[in-house]
């Protein structure tokens, strides 16, 4: 199984600023087969980002994505009060889809 | 408008067994893989299996193999998850998701699966 590791565990930032998460995978990842996720409470998950890089029909362009192998990173280059969320990366791979434990970004 | 909704959670006590369903609308259903994904409460998102768009390839997660199955009616517009032998530890929200190959685009709101005595 290719385990995502998502990193820092809690990002605390303040409107206005910049967020960058990192995702690495144990195993080397496709990056088409690369996602990014926000959650908001009692929400479903919402797709940011696929491909690595691709933005999602109608998300913002302040949210973007890089990497390439084993290590991923999604950013937002400034937070909107309604950023405020779980974001969790996701990959495919040998038939398996795995999760990233997810960032929570916090209002500081 | 894409539109996904899951539905038949309830309490079930452990060992039972339980049928979900999701009915799609607004998009070519046969030509779409879907998914189902859970959320264990206070916890992150698990991957549980995968459909393709004729029902002839599934894929599951470890944890469910064997005591879950994926199945598909096109004619309906609906993916179903039998689960049964329930644990436990399945307790979750259940959501299905239209694949945009192989990434989850379109997420339902969601099934609350209670177990428990």
């Known amino acids: 199984e290719n385990v995502l590791t998502q990193s820092p565990g809690t990002l605390s930032l303040s409107p206005g600023e910049r967020a960058t998460l990192s995702c690495r995978a144990s195993?080397?990842?496709?990056?088409?087969?690369l996602a990014w996720y926000q959650q908001k409470p009692g929400q479903a998950p919402r797709l940011l980002i696929y491909?690595?890089?691709s933005r999602a029909t109608g998300i913002p362009d302040r949210f973007s994505g890089s990497g390439s192998g084993p290590e991923f990173t999604l950013t937002i280059s400034r937070l909107e009060p309604e950023d405020f969320a779980v974001y969790y990366c996701?990959?495919?791979?040998?038939?398996?889809?795995?999760f990233g434990q997810g960032t929570k970004v916090e209002v500081k | 408008e894409v539109r996904l909704l899951d539905s038949g959670g309830t309490l079930v006590q452990p060992g039972g067994s339980l049928r979900l369903s999701c009915a799609a609308s607004?998009?070519?259903?046969?030509?779409?893989?879907m998914a189902w994904v859970r959320q264990a409460p206070g916890k992150g998102l698990e991957w549980v299996s995968t459909?393709?768009?004729?029902?002839?390839?599934?894929f599951y997660a470890d944890s469910v193999k064997g005591r879950f199955t994926v199945s598909r009616d096109n004619l309906k517009n609906t993916v179903y998850l039998q689960m049964n032998t329930l644990r436990v530890e399945d307790t979750a929200v259940y959501y299905c998701a239209k694949l945009q190959w192989p990434s989850p685009d379109y997420w339902g709101p969601g099934t609350l699966v209670t177990v428990a005595s």
């Open positions: 491909g690595a890089s």
């Open positions: 195993q080397s990842v496709t990056n088409t087969y």
């Open positions: 607004g998009f070519t259903f046969k030509n779409s893989a």
């Open positions: 996701q990959q495919y791979g040998s038939s398996t889809w795995t």
């Open positions: 459909i393709g768009g004729s029902g002839d390839s599934t």
